[in-house]
């Protein structure tokens, strides 16, 4: 028994006297992973911007010819309701076909414009998001970053803001893309 708690005391001396002259871990370096909320890319690049505009605009124009449609279906239904009674029955019923055709082409209409869009929305944002991966990986290699995750992606719990690059890729894009900085608001004033 003695021999045996001699012989732990021994291991245990010589690995204390081991460790201690052995490096700690170093910690990590600070600002090597950093996260991106590619989101906030998207809504405040210069890019992002001109590209949901020029899609509002396209909307726009769509609802406008939309609205113009609707008001013409209004005006049709509303003339067979007030004269239908007036009206021959050969007449009332090309009024009706008509009626339903404006309705059945506008209903139509209406969906390829929205398929439409939704096609001109995701190809704006493939092109879109494409550039932005490009300008993370190359703004990435110039800083040294281990790694960059995507903040909502990710499921990132908790980053310092110092570990944010969101606005030095939002700078480096709109750099690259030579398009004028979208205007942002101020940051909110820092608490002592």
């Known amino acids: 028994m003695k021999r045996s708690l001699s012989a732990f005391v021994l291991v245990g001396v010589t690995v204390v006297a081991a460790t201690a002259g052995a490096q700690p871990l170093a910690p990590p370096v600070a600002g090597r992973v950093v996260v ?15 590209a949901r505009e020029q899609l509002e605009r396209e909307r726009a124009g769509m609802q406008k010819e939309m609205d113009g449609r609707r008001n ?5 239904g509303e003339e067979l309701q007030k004269k239908g ?3 021959t029955p050969d007449v009332r019923r090309e009024k009706t076909d008509l009626f339903e055709r404006k309705r059945r082409d506008a209903a139509r209409l209406a969906e390829d414009f929205q398929k ?30 281990y790694m960059m995750v995507e903040r909502q992606g990710s499921r ?28 942002t608001p101020a940051p909110a004033p820092k608490k002592p």
């Open 116 to 145: 439409d869009l939704q096609k001109k929305e995701d190809v704006a944002s493939q092109k879109v998001l494409q550039e932005i991966f490009n300008v993370i990986e190359r703004v990435g290699k110039e800083r040294g970053y």
């Open 156 to 183: 990132v719990l908790y980053a310092v803001e110092a570990a944010d690059a969101t606005e030095e890729i939002i700078r480096a894009y709109d750099q690259q893309s030579g398009a004028r900085p979208a205007v």
């Open 36 to 50: 991106v909320d590619v989101q906030r890319v998207l809504a405040r690049s210069a890019a992002g911007v001109a």
């Open 72 to 76: 013409d279906i209004e005006k049709l």
């Open 85 to 87: 009674a007036l009206m």
